[in-house]
């Protein structure tokens, strides 16, 4: 059984920058996809960004593109997202997730989670 811990959200101003990390335990890290997904009030939770075992494929929101970045050290069981510009748009409960096979993004296709990190942007 893995377990995730998120940490680093917080409350911005608007163009600021934040970065969410999500440890990793109880599991082989080096093996899963990891992935930061994110709630607003009122909306479906939605995928930011993803990244595969060797770092060399990441998969990012067309709304974060060119702003957020996710990696991984493996080395620490760790993930990043190193979040950029924030817009008050990205204010969201952000969740780390974790999953074995390689293929899928969706929300349903996630095996672990972790119990989500606060962002607010202010405008």
């Known amino acids: 059984q893995v377990q995730l811990v998120e940490s680093g959200g917080g409350l911005v101003q608007n163009g600021d920058s934040l970065r969410l990390s999500c440890t990793a335990s109880g599991g082989t890290f080096s093996s899963l996809v990891m992935a930061w997904f994110r709630q607003a009030p009122g909306k479906e939770r939605e995928i930011v960004a993803a990244i595969i075992p060797s770092s060399s494929t990441t998969y990012y929101a067309d709304s974060v593109k060119g702003r957020f970045t996710i990696s991984r050290d493996n080395a620490k069981n760790t993930v990043y997202l190193q979040m950029n510009s924030l817009k008050p748009e990205d204010t969201a409960v952000y969740y780390c997730?974790?999953?074995?096979?390689?293929?899928?993004?969706?929300?349903?296709?996630?095996?672990?989670w972790g119990q989500g990190t606060q962002v607010t942007v202010s405008s």
């Open positions: 997730a974790a999953k074995s096979a390689l293929m899928g993004l969706a929300s349903s296709q996630w095996d672990y």
